[in-house]
């Protein structure tokens, strides 16, 4: 970014709160991230800046500035290394540490095995290794049909690198709650219950997608998560909104996903208006 000392490139760290109640807020936590050289690991650039306070009346804004002596130039040159192949890495810590004015569930940091290597569940990425709670799974995954939980999982190898949106579905699969609004969106969320068999997570997130079907906004995309994630729940609560159905509020629906029973229930709620 351009400067008075010329173009170089400086970071940032903005921290916010996503409940709109929120009026006022502290959070503390612990501050890290490392420009990667692609070229020679050992000349990353790491800027650790330790337990740092972030608030909504700071008037410059809740935000850590940080200028580098990496100027356009040398980060254009791939023999300088930190830009390759149009490429650049960089790697974040973020610790939240404590919380002022709203309520934060307990943090989990997924990067650290349980205690007790009977309970580790690791899902191992082309980058890194996320744990889970066995005992936190098998609250969400029964074993069928035999009702009992599962004892013995297999290490899951996922291929591609975290995103951090499986963190992110981890969170609600440890009680965190279920926004609409999340990093990658509540598809994400519905993807990973899928391919977990956690369908309890997949049941808590249409609680809160039929209380964000009041709101008119990207309404067809919202019951085609309902269809395609089968929950039926979802599509009834949509039918039992609608004064009336016409040709329109049919189109663009997933009909080829669309369950018997969901089927069903289109039929005869079309019937009674």
Known sequence: MPDAMGDHLYLAVYCGVL??????????????????????????VEYDYGDVWFDNNNREMPVIYQHTNISLDSLLDENFGYVKDNKMRMGTDIRVLEVEGFHQPTVVNYRVPPADPFYKQ??????????????????????????????????????????????????????????????????????SAKFFKMRSVAQRAALTIIHDLKFQKDLKQVINLGIEFSMRRVVHAWLNRMESISKKDLEDLNIEKVSGEVMKAIVKRIFEL
């Open 19 to 44: 409940c709109p109640e929120v009026k006022e807020w502290r959070i503390k936590a612990n501050v890290k991230f490392v420009l990667h050289n692609l070229n020679d690991e050992q000349n990353s």
């Open 122 to 191: 690791l899902c191992k990425f082309s980058d890194a290794e996320i744990y889970i709670n066995k005992t936190v799974m098998n609250t969400h995954w029964i074993l069928r049909p035999y009702n009992r939980p599962i004892r013995d999982f297999l290490d899951l190898d996922i291929p591609r690198p975290s995103t951090g949106t499986l963190e992110e579905f981890l969170d609600c699969a440890y009680g965190y709650p279920i926004q609409m609004v999340t990093r990658a969106g509540i598809r994400d969320i519905l993807r």
